[in-house]
Structures are given as structure tokens and as C-alpha cells.
């Protein structure tokens, strides 16, 4: 068992990132892993925590599917307490993590307890499914938000985000032929998945030395 939260980087950082992993991948997975070392090294403090569906895996051999999103959210709001961040904090999360954030995120921001919203991964649609669109509050978001996205994510390409009625305190970060993961293919694009990451991290510090806090 883990402990409910996974902490790494400086202790003094100025900003805490809270971050919620996807749908079907735990807190510790490669991917969730990877971008939170590089958030790290960045200068953030970062935090990992698990929905309980998904802590329940860990004791269980079931697989119990995820829920709705947006049931989600109680235990994300919980989490921020349990946090109890001393300083600017941020909340974001892989995909579904993220998205869960930003549903939350309007109603902390106005309460002063956040700073802003990261998403790695936004889940736009669902693959295959782009009709299905999961944007609908993110039209007028209020939060200072960070978008991380690959340009060839099957859950939201850069040729159909543009489209997008989308808040302008959403910023997006488009990672050159990243996946979902945000990972490209280097004999195709020329950057790995570390050269993303870094790109990622780099652009989330200076985005989050602009915020208002």
C-alpha cells in the first residue's frame, strides 16, 4: 500500500502542483512517474495522490471500472484538504485527473485556494468519438489554465482543438507528434519523450511565475 501521497521536489518551492492520475493508470505509472520528475526538477513541489476506485485495485484482483468524472470531484476537493499546501498551489492531473480539476478548479479559484490548473493530456472526446465533446464548462473557465497536449493525442489532435470554444485563460502547450503520454516518435519528429517533459516542465514554471498569487 501507498501512502496517500506521493511528495517529491524541493520542500521550499515557491508553488505545490497537486496532480490526479488518468482513468486507467495508477498515481505510479511510468507516465504519471515521468512528468511529475520533471515538474520536480523544475522547482515544484509535487504531490500524487489516487482516487480511491483505483487505490482499490491495489488490494483487490478486480478491476473495477473508473466512474463518471464528475463524481470524482468531492474526492478531489478532499484531497486539496488533506494537502494542506502551505503556499500557491496548483491542481491538475493525467487526462481524466485533469479534467476532474477543472471541474472543481472555478469555485477554488474564486475562494483563493488554488492559483491554477495544469492538464497533461486534456481528454477533449473520447477516441474515435469526436462528437462527444467534454468541453462544455471549460468555455468560460475563469481559472488560469495550462493545457499540455500532443498534437496527435487521439483524445484531442491540434487539428481540432483550435475549433474548440474554449475559455482564453486556457493556454496550450502543443508537444510536436506527443501522444497522449505526450510522447512522439523520434525517427518521425527528432525529440523524445524526455525532450518533451522538459519542454513541458519549463513552460509550466514560467507559466506559473506569471500567475496572480
Known amino acids: 500500500m501507498l501512502d496517500r501521497f506521493l511528495l517529491q521536489g524541493p520542500q521550499d518551492a515557491r508553488f505545490t502542483i497537486l496532480l490526479a ?11 504519471m512517474t515521468s512528468a511529475a520528475n520533471a515538474l520536480a526538477g523544475a522547482g515544484f513541489r509535487v504531490a500524487r495522490f489516487e482516487f480511491a ?18 463524481t470524482l470531484n468531492p474526492e478531489y476537493v478532499a484531497a486539496i484538504a488533506e494537502l ?6 496548483i491542481i ?15 469555485d477554488l479559484h474564486r475562494q483563493g485556494k488554488i492559483a491554477g490548473l495544469l492538464c497533461l493530456g486534456y481528454p477533449f472526446h473520447p477516441p474515435g ?18 493545457i499540455c497536449q500532443g ?10 482543438v ?7 485563460r486556457i493556454e496550450i502547450l502543443w508537444l510536436e507528434d506527443g501522444d497522449h503520454d505526450l510522447k512522439p516518435r523520434k525517427k518521425i519528429s ?10 513541458m516542465a519549463k513552460t509550466a514554471k514560467a507559466w506559473a511565475e506569471r500567475l496572480p498569487v
Open 151 to 160: 498534437t496527435r493525442d487521439e483524445f484531442g489532435t491540434r487539428d481540432e
Open 129 to 146: 468519438q469526436p462528437e462527444k465533446l467534454r468541453t462544455g464548462h471549460l468555455k468560460a473557465l475563469t481559472t488560469p489554465t495550462l
Open 92 to 106: 491538475g492531473g493525467k487526462s481524466m485527473g485533469g479534467r476532474v480539476a477543472s471541474m472543481i478548479a472555478d
Open 21 to 31: 492520475h488518468g482513468a486507467g493508470a495508477p498515481m505510479d505509472s511510468a507516465s
Open 162 to 168: 483550435p475549433d474548440y470554444d474554449l475559455s482564453d
Open 84 to 89: 494542506g499546501a502551505s503556499g500557491p498551489l
Open 190 to 199: 527528432g525529440f523524445s519523450s524526455a525532450d518533451h517533459l522538459a519542454t
Open 53 to 70: 476506485y483505483m487505490a482499490a485495485r491495489r488490494s483487490s484482483e478486480g478491476r473495477k471500472p473508473p466512474p463518471r468524472a464528475e
